[in-house]
């Protein structure tokens, strides 16, 4: 990883998979952060599910949790304050609502943020957000949108905007913005989209006055 990019900081821990091993060297290091990505790539071995429990379980700063760490969530009681951005199939593997009717859905994602105690920002064609109180709905972004990576754009975006923001405003600007870099990603190469091609739009898309 070290040698993909020179734009990559990357800390190396012991071992092959995250283990509850490296738990205090994680919480060590998020100790001195703003915010915290926790999923992305993780896996979903056992012991790796252990690890993240004993992660949130001693980590009371802001986190976005995505993929792999999601199942997690609901089994913990953390005073960490989380954002959590499951796609469909992630939300009800969390525990949450499955519905097709969008209404329903919305209805059914702010009543399980209000269960989990947390902000969720489920993926879609139209991405909900609620935090059990307000729930917001983003527009934008398009099916090229679909391909791998772009959770992972949306888990960045989101959890650098979590550094200063509130839960339920960080994941609707993040949720809006990176919709909105795919759809003028989208305009410039079509909808045969690669996860690169939003982050190449990722400052126009923050200053658009759409």
Do not use: W
Not at 35 to 55: F, H, M, Q
């Amino acid at each position: 990883m070290q040698g993909y990019s020179e734009n990559l900081i990357v800390h190396p821990l012991a071992g092959e998979l995250v283990t509850r091993s490296v738990v205090d060297d994680l919480l060590t290091r998020a100790a001195g952060v703003d915010a915290v990505i926790c999923g992305p790539g993780l896996g979903d071995s056992e012991s790796t599910r252990a690890a993240v429990r004993a992660l949130l379980n001693g980590y009371d700063g802001r986190a976005v949790i995505d993929a792999d760490a999601l199942s997690v969530v609901p089994e913990v009681d953390t005073d960490a304050t989380l954002v959590c951005t499951p796609h469909q199939g992630e939300l009800v593997g969390m525990g949450g609502p499955n519905a097709d009717d969008r209404k329903q859905l919305a209805d059914g994602v702010a009543e399980f943020a209000a269960d989990l105690g947390h902000t969720l920002l489920v993926k879609g064609a139209r991405d909900i957000i609620s935090d059990g109180e307000t729930t917001r709905i983003s527009r934008t972004g398009n099916p090229g949108m679909t391909v791998g990576g772009t959770g992972d754009v949306l888990a960045g975006v989101v959890g650098a905007l979590l550094a200063t923001e509130p839960p339920r405003a960080a994941a609707a600007v993040g949720a809006y913005v990176t919709g909105r870099a795919g759809d003028l990603a989208a305009d410039a190469v079509g909808e045969s989209l690669v996860a690169t091609d939003l982050l190449d739009r990722l400052p126009e898309a923050f200053v658009t006055d759409e």
